[in-house]
């Protein structure tokens, strides 16, 4: 991969190198850290691609995403915090994969999951993956409704897993673009109304983020409103860029 790699947004490397790309992005990245805390992101990128090896999103495997989404967190966002940056990589194992995690042989799978993550990379990385990880909800009422609600109040008691949630949060609404349809509209509408909740958390002094940091998501979630605002208004996706920097 050419050495500019590292200067070039995230979304326009995986349009034009894909997972490989990604991944030596990451591998750069990633050298930066001692050799304990290497191996522990490594060990951790490997688990999550081994959960979601036959999981695809749209036209990517899932596997960009959470390289995407842990990229964000420890490049633009400045994170070095190497337990949120496995978490980063790991936000959707419990959620999507509990049983291949901890076996099937659990009451609860997720609660297992957890466990086992918190073997494996320890407690605090296992407490914010859970933050972020989605309940079963009730199918009898809106879903999206409720989606929104735990976000919100599952972020509003862990600070840092805020970091977390809002590049999955960026990823996803940048993701539109590459969404086509009814679904298109779908999201937008699950998105919009949880835009001013995220950036009223980003913002709040106990979240572990420099003022300039926050500032700069502050105006990446605006852009992001703007374009499920422009969404729902027209029915289509709006041109132009994508919502984020990276």
Avoid at 23 to 29: A, G, N, Q, V, Y
Avoid at 99 to 118: F, I, N, Q, R, W
Avoid at 179 to 195: D, H, I, N, Q, S
């Amino acid at each position: 991969m050419p050495s500019y790699l590292q200067t070039l947004p995230l979304h326009t490397i995986t349009e034009v190198y894909g997972e490989a790309g990604l991944r030596d992005r990451f591998s750069r990245e990633v050298e930066r850290f001692e050799e304990r805390d290497w191996r522990r992101l490594n060990k951790a990128l490997a688990l999550a691609s081994d959960l979601h090896r036959q999981d695809r999103r749209a036209r990517e495997p899932v596997v960009n995403h959470l390289l995407r989404v842990t990229l964000r967190v420890m490049c633009h966002y400045e994170v070095d915090d190497v337990d949120v940056l496995v978490a980063a990589l790991l936000h959707d194992s419990v959620e999507d994969h509990p049983v291949e995690l901890a076996g099937d042989d659990h009451d609860d799978p997720a609660e297992a999951a957890l466990s086992t993550l918190s073997g494996e990379f320890g407690p605090r990385v296992a407490g914010l993956v859970r933050a972020v990880t989605n309940p079963v909800y009730d199918r009898t009422r809106d879903v999206h409704a409720q989606y929104r609600a735990h976000v919100i109040a599952s972020l509003d008691r862990h600070p840092t897993a805020r970091i977390i949630k809002v590049s999955d949060f960026t990823d996803n609404g940048v993701g539109l673009i590459h969404t086509t349809g009814p679904k298109v509209r779908k999201l937008a509408m699950k998105y919009r109304p949880l835009v001013p909740g995220l950036k009223e958390l980003i913002n709040r002094r106990d979240t572990p983020l420099p003022d300039r940091i926050k500032h700069r998501i502050t105006d990446q979630l605006d852009r992001a409103d703007q374009r499920f605002t422009a969404i729902l208004r027209l029915g289509v996706l709006p041109g132009g860029g994508p919502a984020e920097a990276g």
